[in-house]
């Protein structure tokens, strides 16, 4: 067996099935999963080389590319769409109520605070006019909400439903503000996937087979139960985190690209502006599944 050291900050769906089905074993894989709890420590470990891959945001890759210069690339996605609530303190009923109150935030400048910049500055509320306290990933955030430290953070499942249960309101969902979302990629950095070029393809192989088993209908239930038993959501947020699934975890260049414009539009992403296409290999997908490459997306609009 080939030890394959991934992170992320949580167990998708096609990882579970994986893993509890032998198909990463049946790759002469064995793959160990360290939880990311922090951001910083997540990124920093990434770019050392800690860890060969991270299972996370695209977004967050593409923010430590451009603005870090860490060389990574994208080989394959596994999840598509948001599941995140901003949620306010007990008394708090609308976004415009944030001006001036102290917010949860991990890491600043990507992924869950990506999207909080653009829910309130659609609500006409700027970055200066809040502040932000960088505290860690979803149930760190929770900690800080629970024991009264914020006004509001953003939250994914099941620490959304604990702020709910203890009176916190839902003041956005984060899928109406930024649909179709490269939730969760697959991505590592260039020169170590390049000298391990075997090892990703096997890696990725096993993932689509996990895809192709759990999306049939006649495994829904099974799939369902071990998001339940493994990861501790509820039913309803393991069947949204079942519907995410990317079939045989296809790279959506078109996702990308939205990315990069949404990173443009916040102010976080500036020149030099590169193509989609920058950011991720397809070669490793093609080579697992025999599929050829998505079409590519190009620039964001706006720039020659």
């Known amino acids: 067996m080939d030890l394959f050291l991934t992170t992320g900050y949580h167990r998708r769906p096609a990882h579970l099935v994986a893993e509890v089905k032998g198909f990463f074993s049946s790759e002469g894989l064995e793959v160990r999963y360290d939880l990311a709890t922090y951001a910083p420590e997540h990124n920093q470990g990434m770019a050392e080389g800690r860890w060969n891959l991270s299972l996370s945001s695209p977004d967050t890759m593409i ?97 959304s439903e604990k702020a709910l249960a203890a009176g916190g309101v839902i003041l956005a969902n984060a899928e109406e503000y930024v649909p179709n979302w490269p939730l969760t990629g697959g991505w590592a950095l260039r020169e170590w996937a390049e000298k391990n070029h075997g090892l990703v393809v096997r890696f ?71 193509p989609a296409e920058h950011f991720y290999d397809a070669g490793y997908w093609c080579e697992a599944t025999g599929l050829p490459a998505p079409q590519p997306a190009g620039m964001p609009e706006g720039v020659l």
């Open 204 to 274: 990725i192989r096993a993932w689509v087979k996990a895809t192709d088993w759990l999306l049939r209908p006649e495994h829904r239930e099974e799939t369902i139960q071990l998001i339940m038993k493994l990861e501790g959501l509820s039913r309803a947020r393991a069947e949204k985190s079942c519907r995410n699934v990317v079939p045989k975890a296809g790279i959506d260049p078109a996702a990308l690209l939205a990315v990069l414009k949404l990173r443009r539009e916040m102010g976080v992403y500036r020149p030099p502006f590169s």
């Open 63 to 159: 923010a430590r590319m451009t603005t870090d210069g860490v060389d990574y690339r994208l080989f394959m996605q596994a999840e598509a769409g948001l599941d995140a609530v901003l949620v306010g303190r007990a008394g708090i009923t609308a976004v415009e109520e944030l001006r001036g109150k102290l917010l949860a935030g991990d890491p600043g400048d990507s992924n869950l605070d990506l999207i909080r910049r653009k829910i309130l500055r659609t609500h006409g509320i700027r970055e200066d006019e809040y502040e932000v306290e960088i505290i860690g990933s979803s149930p760190r955030r929770l900690e800080a909400f629970l024991e009264g430290r914020v006004a509001a953070a953003m939250l994914t499942s099941p620490s």
